[in-house]
T-cell receptor, first 113, second 114 residues
Framework: DQQVKQNSPSLSVQEGRISILNCDYT??????FLWYKKYPAEGPTFLIS?????DKNEDGRFTVFLNKSAKHLSLHIVPSQPGDSAVYFC????????????FGSGTQLTVLP | DGGITQSPKYLFRKEGQNVTLSCEQN?????MYWYRQDPGQGLRLIYY???????QKGDIAEGYSVSREKKESFPLTVTSAQKNPTAFYLC?????????????FGQGTRLTVV
């Protein structure tokens, strides 16, 4: 039972264009959502997060959008750079919990020069 | 530098042996977590701890054990009861257990059963 789903295992984008990574969730108790970037054989690095009281959060080239009614969030990267090539994980945590994260299966982003 | 240190980076285990993976943090974080990553999959929670001398099972705790005797340390033991231990293991910590805060990860330990 996957509570956090990333249905696209891979995405290729041209350098300079927009990358859009998608994530869906099923648990309505989730109130905090995060995106992590991961390189092979390394730990994930935190990118950006959003609370359920917001629908958008922006940090430089990264913007996360949250649509609570659709239980959907997305990460936009503009403009995409070759150094952005990595696996991106969506994660969520629930209020009333120990804030342990539930992860999606990841999307491999490749930015082509 | 503050951070999370996992050791060793690579670990080889013979079948039937127990092994312990180290995780130390100097971020003064209350909560610590262990995750496992398998190829093509997301991270799955093994154990977590919100406070010293207390820990709870995650989604895949069978065959694993942990201790939290110090705030800074959260070692994971992979026992012989774990049927498929070959995986990439990640330790994480976060500042608050009740509030919304991101988790910071170590660099991981690759465990291989030989």
């Amino acid at each position: 039972d996957q509570q956090v789903k990333q249905n696209s295992p891979s995405l290729s984008v041209q350098e300079g264009r927009i990358s859009i990574l998608n994530c869906d969730y099923t648990n309505s108790m989730f109130d905090y959502f995060l995106w992590y970037k991961k390189y092979p054989a390394e730990g994930p690095t935190f990118l950006i997060s959003i609370s359920s009281i917001k629908d958008k959060n922006e940090d430089g080239r990264f913007t996360v959008f949250l649509n609570k009614s659709a239980k959907h969030l997305s990460l936009h990267i503009v403009p995409s750079q070759p150094g952005d090539s990595a696996v991106y994980f969506c994660a969520a945590s629930a209020h009333g919990s120990a804030r342990q994260l539930t992860f999606g299966s990841g999307t491999q982003l490749t930015v082509l020069p | 530098d503050g951070g999370i240190t996992q050791s060793p980076k690579y670990l080889f285990r013979k079948e039937g042996q127990n092994v312990t993976l180290s995780c130390e943090q100097n971020l003064n974080h209350d909560a610590m977590y262990w995750y496992r990553q398998d190829p093509g999959q997301g991270l799955r929670l093994i154990y977590y701890s919100q406070i010293v001398n207390d820990f709870q099972k995650g989604d895949i705790a069978e065959g694993y054990s942990v201790s939290r005797e110090k705030k800074e340390s959260f070692p994971l033991t992979v026992t012989s009861a774990q049927k498929n231990p070959t995986a990439f293991y990640l330790c994480a910590s976060s500042k608050r257990t009740g509030g919304q805060s991101e988790a910071f990860f170590g660099q991981g330990t690759r465990l291989t059963v030989v």
